[in-house]
């Protein structure tokens, strides 16, 4: 599609980046860090055509992929504990929770479908002892949110759908189609 869609606007696409480029590229966006001076040189007197789909395997395979993306998804979901640190609190067990969905390898449909279907106490005594209990789970996401539906609302379609309903919640949407009344409506 890709390629078919370069030609039709006659776009040359960029060459293959080399291999050191490459490397360095794929650990920062797997594992947060470029690669050591021994992994690299390792990396490029490797023979091996499949090189590159090795070395790919490799990082999803590391403790540095599951570290990598539970900090970045742990930075989304809870944006509000980088300023809040009563927010901080809640954000090692949603931490526990995104790792072992990584390190299990859970692909992304069901981790979000467990996310946002998750089954909710209304006790809040009971979620803060869940959270204290050690047991891994999402609940922190509700928490940090305060259990408020329009909160709840505007992050996950923020985040899975990549479209911001904020301002919905106090008048119609400057640039999208949805109205306050859609926002509050059911």
């Known amino acids: 599609f890709i390629a078919a869609r370069l030609a039709a606007e006659k776009v040359a696409p960029a060459p293959q980046a080399e291999d050191g480029a490459y490397l360095r590229r794929l650990s920062l966006d797997t594992i947060g860090r470029i ?5 690299t040189r390792r990396f490029l007197r490797d023979p091996v055509s499949a090189k590159r789909e090795q070395a790919v395997e490799r990082l999803l395979d590391s403790p540095g992929y599951v570290t990598n993306f539970s900090n970045i998804w742990r930075d989304l979901l809870l944006p509000e504990a980088n300023a809040d640190f009563q927010q ?4 090692a067990n949603i931490e526990r929770w995104l790792r072992k969905e990584f390190a299990d390898h859970v692909p992304y449909d069901r981790m979000v479908r467990e996310l946002i279907t998750m089954p909710m106490q209304m006790n809040r005594q ?3 002892y869940n959270i204290r209990a050690g047991s891994p789970s999402p609940l922190a996401f509700y928490m940090s949110k305060k259990g408020k539906p329009e909160n709840l609302a505007a992050s996950t379609a923020r985040l899975f759908l990549g479209v911001r309903l904020e301002c919905a919640q106090c008048h119609n949407h400057p640039f999208g189609r949805w109205t306050r009344e859609q926002f509050w409506g059911q």
């Open 88 to 91: 901080r609190f809640l954000s």
């Open 126 to 128: 009971n979620m803060y």
């Open 35 to 39: 690669p050591s001076v021994s992994e």
